[in-house]
T-cell receptor, first 112, second 112 residues
Framework: SQTIHQWPATLVQPVGSPLSLECTVE??????LYWYRQAAGRGLQLLFY??????ISSEVPQNLSASRPQDRQFILSSKKLLLSDSGFYLC???????????FGSGTQLSVL | GENVEQHPSTLSVQEGDSAVIKCTYS??????FPWYKQELGKRPQLIID?????GEKKDQRIAVTLNKTAKHFSLHITETQPEDSAVYFC???????????FGRGTSLIVHP
């Protein structure tokens, strides 16, 4: 069966510090991968998606970036965090049709 | 691209009542319509989905109905229980897209 791992679960970082969130998927090949951000009490904002190794599409211009160094690994990064980067970050995967999404357990990021 | 409108944003019911959440979409080629439930601090999880070749699907106390002509689909929860309290999201990948478009979410509160 397929599983998705996301870490860390919580993170407190000072403004201006770097960020690296990692997500890995097991039990499937060539998944579509997504990074979403969710502000408190709000909806799901798509940040990045990837349909293959090295293929990254950005939905929202910002100081975040994403990389997919391996088929089932998706990394979200920032060189310098802003206060507005605080939120709940969710990694997800789907099959090629982009239908059912399976989410990781999320990372609660607080930038202070 | 696809546009999804979800209503209401908040729904408060008494335990045992029914709850209905509605979403409208814009892309007439859309053919897959999932619903996700997100409990506080948790990841969204798929609870039910429907394809365009059927008008209704049931799973115990939850059901989804689809009206392709009017381009809307609804989530129905009967005999609500306190554990149904969560945020519910509708979504659809649109026609030919692998990027799901989510509704803004409905916060369902079930009062004991």
């Amino acid at each position: 069966s397929q599983t998705i791992h996301q870490w860390p679960a919580t993170l407190v970082q000072p403004v201006g510090s770097p960020l690296s969130l990692e997500c890995t998927v097991e039990g499937t090949s060539n998944p579509n991968l997504y990074w979403y951000r969710q502000a408190a009490g709000r909806g799901l904002q798509l940040l990045f998606y990837s349909v293959g190794i090295g293929q990254i599409s950005s939905e929202v211009p910002q100081n975040l970036s994403a990389s997919r160094p391996q088929d089932r690994q998706f990394i979200l990064s920032s060189k310098k965090l802003l206060l507005s980067d605080s939120g709940f970050y969710l990694c997800a995967w789907s099959t090629g049709k982009g239908e059912k999404l399976f989410f990781g357990s999320g990372t609660q990021l607080s930038v202070l | 691209g696809e546009n999804v409108e979800q209503h209401p944003s908040t729904l408060s019911v008494q335990e045992g009542d029914s709850a209905v959440i509605k979403c409208t979409y814009s892309d007439s080629a859309s053919n897959y319509f999932p619903w996700y439930k997100q409990e506080l601090g948790k990841r969204p999880q798929l609870i039910i989905d429907i394809r365009s070749n059927v008008g209704e699907k049931k799973d115990q106390r939850i059901a989804v109905t689809l009206n392709k002509t009017a381009k809307h689909f609804s989530l129905h929860i009967t005999e609500t229980q306190p554990e149904d309290s969560a945020v519910y999201f509708c979504a659809t990948p649109g026609g030919g897209s692998y990027i799901p478009t989510f509704g803004r979410g409905t916060s369902l509160i079930v009062h004991p």
